[in-house]
Structures are given as C-alpha cells and as structure tokens.
C-alpha cells in the first residue's frame, strides 16, 4: 500500500501550525483520522514518528501530526528550534488552543460519518491531547508515556520567586545544547487556567476509551503517572512495554528506515486498541 505525505498549514488563534497528513493511497480503507501532539521540547519530525505515522496510514487511518505555534520549530527548517522567542512564551493553554484547532480541522477532513477521531498525545502532548480531547467530541484517546499532571512541573519555594523576578527559567536542550528559557508568563497562565488544564479531571470527564502505553525504564515520566491516567478513565487499558524507555527506542534523528523495537511494539498496542473501535479493521 502507498502512503502519502501531504503537507498542511492551518491557521489556530495563536498563529499558523505546519503540519503533515500520512493517507493512504486506497481511500476506501479509510477508518479515521488519529491527530498527534509531539511532547517538550519536541516537533513533528522529531525521531520516528514519521515512521509511526506511516506505519498506521497502513491500516487506514489518515495520521495528523504537527508542529505547535509556539515550538519554535519554523520555516524553512523545521527541524532547528531556531524561534527561541515563541519558545518562551509558549503555554500549557496555547497548546490546548492549537490542538483543538486542529483537532476541528482533522474533522472537517472527514469524509464518512463511520470515520473515528482519535486524540494521541506524547509525554507532555499526552497530557494535552487530554485536556483538549475533555472538550471536544473524540472517539478515542491515545496517551504514550504521558504525564497526569502540570502543576508539579513547576518550581516552588526560592526557585519560584527567582523566576518571577528574572522573568527567565533557564532550560538546557540536551539534543541541540541550546540554552532555552520560560518567561514567567507560563506559570500565570497555568494559574489563570488551571481548571481548563487539569488533567485529572479531564480524564474523570471522557466518555471515549483510553489507551495509556508506558515504558518500564522511563526515567522522564514514570510508570506511576500512567497507572494514575488508567484509574482515573471510565474506559481505559494500560501496556507496559519492559524495558521500553520514555521515547520508546527512538533518537534523533532517526536514519533507520524501520521502527524502533520498542516503538513498534507501542505501534502493535494502538492498532489493537483501534481495531476495537472499528470491528472492521483487520487484526494485528
């Protein structure tokens, strides 16, 4: 089967997102549209998640993914965080914004009422990928080594009050050795918003299945905040994947044409969770 890469810019309130749509060539094996949300610090093209996007436009679902307003990841080269200013400014609410902007555009590509829309979200896009899918009609949600919650994420105590003063918390990308920084504008927005981002509680609220998949030896996010995603879903199922690390095996870049082991395995674990959404889908 081909799969086609069809590159996409889609205007959200807080500026244009890039993006890139994997279908394949066969239109009537079409089975949905699953949008992806990339996690800190990351981007679309980050790793294999091409791979992984072609690997489900095998079994028909047209797989979304993009890069968020403020990742700083810009043309021409997607691949540099070369915008360190929108980098700064970035929020937990504009990227809640820019998902559910394209959560509507994915549904507006829809071309049968049978077609599912699926919500999945990587480490900190999964904890977005959960608010968002809270208040928005999905069909189900994919949650791969994500976080439960934001609040402890930040500095407490002197190393709060240093921030608010500096306007600068300090952050080292160890990909690039870029030194990047937060503004303090992160933190009000998160107490402004801290309803609207709270996890837990837009996990309490779906009405759609939940699938979390989380690595044994992930020492960014651990197991337990995905054993806390699962109790907290009125449908969910958890996949531990021994040994599998926080990006499932995968680097960047990525120069392999094949998945990561780990990373297949995951991609194994979400075909069987959507083939249960969508009897017709042929098994795994």
Not at 59 to 72: A, C, L, V
Not at 199 to 207: G, P
Request: overall charge negative; glycine content about 8%; charged content about 20%.
């Amino acid at each position: 089967m081909n799969i086609n890469h069809t590159p996409f810019t889609h205007l959200s309130p807080f500026g244009k997102i890039h993006g890139d749509i994997h279908h394949a060539s066969d239109a009537s094996s079409r089975q949905g549209r699953i949008v992806f949300a990339h996690g800190y610090k990351g981007f679309k093209d980050w790793g294999a998640w091409d791979l992984l996007g072609d690997s489900l436009a095998e079994e028909g679902w047209d797989f979304i993914r993009f890069n968020f307003t403020h990742n700083g990841h810009v043309a021409p080269s997607f691949h540099a965080c070369s915008d360190e200013t929108a980098w700064s400014k970035n929020t937990y609410s504009i990227e809640k914004t820019d998902l559910e902007s394209v959560i509507a555009f994915a549904r507006e590509g829809m071309l049968h009422d049978s077609e599912k829309l699926i919500v999945m979200g990587h480490s900190r896009g999964g904890g977005i990928a959960a608010v968002a899918a809270s208040t928005t009609h999905t069909d189900g949600l994919v949650m791969l080594a994500s976080v439960c919650d934001f609040a402890s994420r930040f500095p407490s105590g002197e190393a709060l009050a240093n921030w608010k003063e500096s306007d600068r918390l300090e952050i080292l990308n160890g990909r690039t050795k870029q030194v990047l920084s937060h503004s303090f504008s992160f933190y009000e927005d998160f107490v402004e918003n801290h309803t609207s981002l709270h996890i837990e509680s837009a996990v309490r609220s779906l009405l759609c299945p939940v699938l979390v998949i989380h690595g044994d030896r992930d020492t960014a996010v651990h197991l337990s905040e995905g054993q806390k995603l699962v109790g907290w879903a009125k449908s969910s199922e958890i996949v531990v994947l021994a040994g599998a690390s926080h990006t499932f095996g995968a680097s960047h870049p990525w120069a392999s044409k094949d998945l990561p082991t780990h990373t297949f395995k995951m991609a194994q674990a979400v075909k069987q969770f959507l083939a249960k959404l969508h009897p017709q889908l042929r098994s795994v």
